[in-house]
Every structure is written in C-alpha cells, then in structure tokens.
C-alpha cells in the first residue's frame, strides 16, 4: 500500500537548536516528493521538490535531502518565525486509469521558542 | 507568481443542502485536486483531474462529485451535506506530472 508518514508529530525547539523533520514514503513510481509549510488557517505553502535519491536542495535555515525510503528537513539555528507545521508529500505514477496522485503525510508541528 | 483562488474562505451550510466549492488557477495548469483536511489525519484527497473533463477519484470520494468544463476551473460538489463533511477544504494546481503543486487559502466549510 502507498504510504508517507511524518515523525515526530510535533517537536519543540529553542531558538537556534538545530533538528531535522523525517518523511518515510512507500510508493512504487515516484514522480517527485514536496516539502510544504503551513500556517494555521491557511493554505500548505510550497518550500521544496526533490526527484532522485542524492538530491538537495536548501533555503535560508532549511534543507532538504532524499534516499530511496526517506527524506529530511533539515532546520539549522531556527527562529520563532520557523514555527508552523511542515508537510511531505510524494506524487506516485497510478498504474491503473493513467494520471499520478499526489499523497500527503500527516505533518510535524514545529514550535520554536525564544 | 501561481495564483489559485477558492470561491470562499468560510462557508456555513444545512444538513442536506447541495454545495459548491469553487477553486481558479490563472497558471494554465493541467492537474487540479481537491483535498480536506481534518486535526490528526491530515491532507485526504477526494479527487483529482489531469485534463478537462477528466476526473479521477481520491482516497475519500463518498458524498462528493466534481466538475472541470474550463482548463482553469475545477469544481467541488457536496450533493447533499452531511455534518460529518465539516471540514477545512483545500484545492491545489500542479503544471505537468511531476511538479509542485500549489494550494489555494482553504476553504472551512460548517454543516449545521
């Protein structure tokens, strides 16, 4: 079965503690997976896509990285403005009736405080 | 910059009422989808389209239908609402098979 799960669910940092976010996928055809960041109320905010394993790719504090099984978020020395729930998702090829899907985890609820 | 725009950000609908969920990308997007999202289970997806006139079901299609006649606009339907369909509504936009997908601010949809 496709899955994407997210850990912690939720993680609380000082200010300037570094920690990473971990996203575990199983799908067969992956097309791309996303980072996003949303705000409460608000729509997910698009952050990062990675394609193939050994790929980066980095913003400001955030980093993203890739393997066959996994990716990580990265947050290096965050700020309060950090604070937000990070989402993953993983687009997968459907076999049956063509088109892909884009599937999301859960989430991790970061805070960060002063 | 991509925008997708949602019809409405809050909504307060009757039991049993028919509803429009109305979602606008201005970026000539293939793909569209319609999510929603509830505390502790996260972004489900009800369904999606990758071309005019196509349509393919999500993870969670029960109680809803859709509609895409034009490219730019993809439409939610809740033929009769259930309270159990209060939720935070999501529509997003992706260009080609594999890139990101943007979302539109959310919809918070209450059936009373």
């Known amino acids: 079965e496709d899955q994407v799960t997210q850990s912690p669910e939720a993680l609380r940092l000082q200010e300037g503690e570094s920690s990473s976010l971990n996203c575990s996928y199983t799908?067969?055809?992956?097309?791309?997976l996303f980072w996003y960041r949303q705000d409460p109320g608000k729509g997910p905010e698009f952050l990062f896509t990675?394609?193939?394993a050994g790929e980066e790719k980095e913003k400001e504090r955030l980093k993203a990285t890739l393997t066959k099984k996994e990716s990580f978020l990265h947050i290096t020395a965050p700020k309060p403005e950090d604070s937000a729930t990070y989402l993953c998702a993983v687009r997968f090829y459907i076999l049956t009736g063509g088109g892909n899907k884009l599937t999301f985890g859960t989430g991790t609820q970061l805070k960060v405080e002063l | 910059d991509v925008k997708v725009t949602q019809s409405s950000r809050y909504l307060v609908k009757r039991t049993g009422e028919k509803v429009f969920l109305e979602c606008v990308q201005d970026?000539?997007?293939?793909?569209m989808f319609w999510y929603r999202q509830d505390p502790g289970l996260g972004l489900r997806l009800i369904y999606f389209s990758y071309d005019v006139k196509m349509k393919e079901k999500g993870d969670i299609p029960e109680g809803y239908s859709v509609s895409r006649e034009k490219k730019e606009r993809f439409s939610l339907i809740l033929e009769s609402a259930s309270t159990n369909q209060t939720s935070m509504y999501l529509c997003a936009s992706s260009h080609q098979e594999n890139t990101e997908a943007f979302f539109g601010q959310g919809t918070r949809l209450t059936v009373v």
């Open positions: 799908v067969s055809g992956l097309r791309g």
């Open positions: 970026m000539d997007h293939e793909n």
């Open positions: 990675l394609y193939s």
